[in-house]
């Protein structure tokens, strides 16, 4: 078994998640569509698939069980927000499809809701926007500016607003807060449960899940992939690659994508009297402005969960279940943490874990349907994939299902990223921006001013 689908990490969800035990492919099968990956992608391609096509026959393999990948470790928030800037995605198309995407990102966060309501998945399902706090001038400026290229768009108050101080404090007490931005286009979830619950919708309509079969090869028409006993080939009329953070496993796919490292921390569960002092009644998700991000969700059981990036990236793009938990990276997302909210006092915290996420060279998500081969990809969410999945998926299922090319697609459709370096410029490339981000956190926190030429610089790299 290729090692970096063993061992499952110990994150907050795995506590209360199924424990999915699908039989590997048989030496052969064959299907209308075969999808590679049983993460958001792969679950939610499907699940457009058969909306318009019932009849078809869809087979997911996973190389490990559905959920083992970012879609069962993740921070829980199904957000409207991309990782491109709607600049960055108009520079490449034209300002509608910038504002088309969005669009499309605020319609799929209460499409997800209506699934998770019409399928009774018990998720922990709360849609209460998202806010981004400040606490030196140097990240209000960041969120002022964000806010007004949001207005440029043509995005009102109604889709992201400025909060005062006062506002923000209203919301969730922070010691140092100078101001947030909210957006109520953000719900905060139980990932692992909306995979169980997808998994359990698929298979009332007969989807057949394999695990432990983990793809070597994908040429039109046919998987070559390894099972415990022995090669397996499954052919289908079109193969779906939704391997996301794990692309780079695959050899043909080596620098299609690059791995990154999210790591998260959960708290126990928070007293009556703490959540007095901390206010946040609402269970917005919540980040701040740092350019090396942090997010948070108030989880249904109130608990806090809190994640961080920043990672160093590992040469050669390798992850595996022994990066999957950093004891200098938890520690310091557990100080961000207790910094942000003293009111934690010595709660321990419960859990640590971390996965990897898919990076594509030009920092953009992408899908790929190709009708010539009939093969088709989706990924490179950059840490934003529980709803771009679900936009991304419904535009390839939409193009597999008309047969031909979507005639008004999103920007995302058909981008081709550039590949990645080959190493050791891949390493040392990921890894000076990585620190350039980290050198700008500590230069603001210490002056509270953003230092000019490494901020142009990070906007030049990062769309
Ligand atoms: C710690 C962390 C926190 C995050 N927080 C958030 C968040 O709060 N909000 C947000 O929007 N996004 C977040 N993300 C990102 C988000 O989780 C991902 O973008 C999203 O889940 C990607 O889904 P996916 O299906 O494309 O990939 P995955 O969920 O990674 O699924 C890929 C699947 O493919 C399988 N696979 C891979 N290679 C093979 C192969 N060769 N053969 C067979 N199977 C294979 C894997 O086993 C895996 O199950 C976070 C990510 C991490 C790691």
Known sequence: MDRAFIEWPRSLWREDSATWDFAPAPLSSSFDVAIVGAGFSGLWTAHHLLLDNPGLSIAIIDAQQPGFGASGRNGGWCSAFSPMSLQA????SNRESATALQNALVDSIDEIGQFITDSNVDCGWKKAGTLSFASIPAQLQRLQD???SFREFGFDEDFISLLSH???SDRIHMPQTLGATYSPHCAALHPAKLVDGLVQHLLQHGVQFFGTTIAREIQPHVITAIAPHGNV????????RATEG?????????????PLYSYMIATEPLSPSQWESIGWKNRETVSDARNLLIYAQRTSDNRIAFGGRGAPYKFGSRIGSKFDTDPSIHALIEQSM???FPAIGDTPVSHTWGGALGVHRDWFTATNVDHRTHLATLGGYVGDGVAFSY??????ALSISSNQRVT????????????????????FGINALLKLSSHADAVEKRTGKSHRLISWLLGKIIP
């Open 408 to 427: 008004a697609p999103l920007a995302i459709v058909n981008h081709i990223s550039p590949r990645w370096e080959p190493e050791p410029l891949r390493w």
């Open 338 to 340: 207790r910094e942000m």
């Open 89 to 92: 995605v108009a520079a490449t």
């Open 246 to 258: 794990f692309t780079a496993r695959m050899h043909q796919f080596r620098r299609d994508s690059a």
């Open 233 to 240: 080939q499954i052919y289908a009329k079109w193969i779906v």
């Open 391 to 396: 936009v991304a998926a419904k535009e390839v």
């Open 146 to 148: 964000s806010v007004t």
């Open 166 to 168: 006062d506002e923000a």
